[in-house]
């Protein structure tokens, strides 16, 4: 009995000495960041605060002091009078204490950020700018064009990847084909939107069509996540459908990340065809509203399907890219 009391008092011994040091590392780290992007600000260097990460989780490729240009990300609140912008999420706009009472340094911009379209936004469990006066937020950074700060759900390396492919990616691509098409889908009742596509995917599959369905709706998840590479690159198409209708300039991951940037021709469904047009490069898609029905779509794919060289066509833009492709290609990589 009493060396187990004994061993108990020594492993609660360890446990607390574990915190301390965990804690007595994060603050000395905190610390050292914070006399280091002071030095940075003093030496020239412009300060963005982000007010909290998004979703109040890391941001890849973003941790506190990263350089970017002249500037420098810090998650301190307490350089905010040195920040010259704020990054707000628009998760970040819930009950936390806000900045100076919802009031903004004259000289600085706080700037309302979102890659997620209304539908979502409208749903989600959170505060909308509209709560705070009309000069909190001065500045925009979302994935649409006439916002103050152009941001895409295309990343400047993946553009630069994707739009520096040419024939020899082509032949090499095309040869691996082998699958009609693939769809990984997250949510299918959550938003209207999202139950009208998996409607008109079930259409597409009761008309004879192959489509792999993977994901959360479908409880796949982890097998989706076990497919091996050559599996991957043998599928054709990618229904790139969106989870909002009729979105001005709304063209996701689905588009760019699982269709274009990893060999796939994008379906797309969801996201008007005049705004993808302006998105993207010439013939480099498909959108479901240039057919009348499920089936004819489906008689269409199983046709490319069969006929290699009218497949090829999809990818023309990229072993031929003209003056459109290379002007769409700048807007992304800049």
């Given at each position: ?7 108990n ?5 360890i ?19 914070q ?12 300060i963005?605060?982000?007010?909290r990460r ?5 941001w890849?490729?973003?941790?506190e ?5 002249n ?6 609140r ?8 704020v ?9 936390e204490?806000?900045p ?5 340094n ?5 700037i ?5 379209g209304?539908?979502y936004?409208?749903?989600a469990?959170?505060?909308?700018p509209?709560?705070?006066?009309h ?8 994935y649409r ?20 492919r040419?024939?020899p990616?082509?032949?090499d ?7 009609l098409?693939?769809?990984v ?9 999202s ?10 599959v009761?008309?004879?069509l ?14 989706y ?8 690159d ?15 300039d709304?063209l ?11 060999g796939r021709?994008p379906?797309v ?18 959108h479901t ?10 008689a269409y ?16 833009w ?11 290609s700048k807007?992304?990589?800049q």
């Amino acid at each position: 009995y009493l060396y187990k009391r004994y061993w108990n008092i020594i492993s609660l011994g360890i446990i607390f000495l574990f915190i301390y040091c965990c804690l007595l590392y994060f603050k000395t780290h905190a610390i050292e960041d914070q006399r280091r992007i002071e030095n940075e600000y003093n030496s020239g260097k412009i300060i963005i605060l982000s007010w909290r990460r998004p979703w109040g989780f890391s941001w890849l490729g973003h941790a506190e002091g990263q350089n970017i240009g002249n500037c420098i990300l810090t998650y301190d609140r307490n350089l905010i009078r040195e920040a010259a912008a704020v990054i707000f999420h628009y998760t970040a706009l819930d009950n936390e204490v806000m900045p100076w009472k919802h009031y903004r340094n004259e000289k600085q911009y706080f700037i309302f950020w979102t890659m997620d379209g209304p539908s979502y936004m409208r749903n989600a469990e959170i505060r909308h700018p509209v709560k705070f006066d009309h000069s909190f937020i001065n500045w925009t950074m979302t994935y649409r064009l006439n916002s103050d700060i152009f941001y895409p759900h295309l990343s400047m390396d993946m553009a630069r990847t994707v739009f520096s492919r040419r024939k020899p990616y082509v032949d090499d691509i095309i040869s691996k084909k082998s699958r009609l098409g693939l769809w990984v889908a997250q949510d299918s009742h959550f938003l209207l939107g999202s139950k009208l596509r998996l409607k008109y995917i079930d259409e597409l599959v009761e008309a004879g069509l192959s489509i792999d369905r993977y994901g959360w709706c479908f409880g796949n998840t982890q097998a989706y996540k076990k497919l091996p590479l050559e599996v991957l690159d043998s599928y054709k198409f990618y229904f790139a459908f969106e989870d909002a209708k009729e979105c001005i300039d709304y063209l996701t991951t689905e588009f760019w990340d699982q269709a274009v940037y990893k060999g796939r021709v994008p379906l797309v469904w969801g996201t008007s065809k005049a705004t993808v047009e302006s998105l993207v490069p010439s013939g480099s898609f498909i959108h479901t509203d240039d057919f009348k029905t499920p089936n004819e779509l489906a008689a269409y794919l199983k046709y490319l399907d069969k006929n290699i060289a009218a497949y090829r066509e999809y990818f023309k833009w990229v072993e031929n890219p003209d003056e459109k492709t290379l002007k769409i290609s700048k807007l992304y990589e800049q």
